[in-house]
């Protein structure tokens, strides 16, 4: 597509449900991240995938939360046992690698609201 | 560690007039600076970056940012502010000596053009 796509655009769950946020990113972009984004504030960064593979998960902030990505391509975010700290903008974007190996701009999409009740 | 430093919470600006967005960085090796824009209920747009060269680094809307080493800063400016520019701006920043690939954003700028 042309651009970032992520689904659900709305999630609103229960306490203690697990739920899936998916992103699609632009064709081609092998950098993909995923941020988090509550209520008034800056973002905050959850982890960064190159390809399949995640060298940077340090902002996950527990191990209900866990993310993967298929055919360098599709990533999804899961939550597990999700609390009601987790409501927030779950925000996804990409990026080309450049020739030198370093990251270009970075595209977002429209993010996911996640409420949880 | 990178970090990012947005001193404003909000600035207000009557349209027409200069505007100044402020954010300061902090990097133990070289920076690659970035400039984004959300609207109201909206993804973040990238607006422009500063990876090397010319310090006066020109983007999308007639936005432009200056690189200034000295002071670690790299304020965004626009000669005319328009009421359409309100919204929520956010700089960040990459260490480049780090390897670390993930950008680090400020908390954010509000800015608020007045008719």
């Known amino acids: 597509g042309a651009g970032v796509s992520q689904s659900p655009s709305n999630k609103v769950t229960e306490k203690g449900k697990d739920v899936e946020l998916r992103c699609d990113p632009i064709s081609g972009h092998t950098a993909l991240y995923w941020y988090r984004q509550s209520l008034g504030q800056g973002l905050e960064f959850l982890i960064y995938f190159q390809g399949n593979s995640a060298p940077d998960k340090s902002g996950l902030p527990s191990d209900r939360f866990s993310a993967e990505r298929t055919g360098g391509s599709v990533s999804t975010l899961t939550i597990q046992r999700t609390q009601q700290e987790d409501s927030a903008v779950y925000l996804c974007?990409?990026?080309?690698?450049?020739?030198?190996?370093?990251?270009?701009?970075?595209?977002f999409g429209q993010g996911t609201r996640l409420t949880v009740v | 560690a990178q970090s990012v430093a947005q001193p404003e919470d909000q600035v207000n600006v009557a349209e027409g007039n200069p505007l100044t967005v402020k954010c300061t960085y902090s990097v133990s090796g070289n920076p690659y600076l970035f400039w984004y824009v959300q609207y109201p209920n909206r993804g973040l747009q990238f607006l422009l970056k500063y990876i090397t060269g010319d310090n006066l680094v020109k983007g999308s809307y007639g936005f432009e940012a200056e690189f200034n080493k000295s002071q670690t800063s790299f304020h965004l400016k626009k000669p005319s502010a328009l009421v359409s520019d309100s919204a929520l701006y956010f700089c960040?920043?990459?260490?480049?000596?780090?390897?670390?690939?993930?950008?680090?954003f400020g908390s954010g700028t509000r800015l608020q053009v007045q008719p």
């Open positions: 974007a990409s990026s080309l690698v450049g020739s030198g190996g370093e990251n270009t701009e970075a595209f």
């Open positions: 960040a920043v990459r260490d480049i000596g780090t390897g670390r690939r993930a950008l680090t």
